[in-house]
């Protein structure tokens, strides 16, 4: 069992920048690689970035590479997601997950179908 509780969303403008924070409790932190995700209504859940269990590897979606970075603290049992140059696309509703599948390579973590756990959502919204 995990718990996680994603934070940091809000409104911001055009290319501005937003700090995501997702908390974990229950299970042991650094068994987790973790994700980020985002969906919008009536979209399929979309991959936003990934990080293995001890932080040595990172992955990103084409659309957000260059912008956005994932980074995690153990000690402190927390996932980040610094989100730089946001734009509207980026509006959508974002979910911190927590895979405990053994593989990490960019075929299981770029996918939603290996994630275990997931967090309530925040929202990110992005004005013109």
């Keep these: 069992q995990v718990q996680l509780v994603e934070s940091g969303g809000g409104l911001v403008q055009a290319g501005g920048s937003l700090r995501l924070s997702c908390a974990a409790s229950g299970r042991t932190f650094g068994t987790y690689a973790m994700g980020w995700f985002r969906q919008a209504p009536g979209k399929e ?26 980074s995690r603290d153990i000690a402190k ?14 509006t959508d509703v974002y979910y911190c997950a927590a895979s405990g599948i053994s593989g990490e390579a960019a075929l299981i973590l770029t996918s939603f179908r290996f994630y275990n756990y997931w967090g309530q959502g925040t929202q990110v919204t992005v004005s013109s």
């Design 45 to 70: 859940r979309e991959f936003v970035a990934a990080i293995s269990r001890n932080g040595g590897s990172t992955y990103y979606a084409d659309s957000v590479k260059g912008r956005f970075t994932i």
């Design 77 to 90: 049992a927390t996932v980040y997601l610094q989100m730089n140059s946001l734009k509207a696309e980026d």
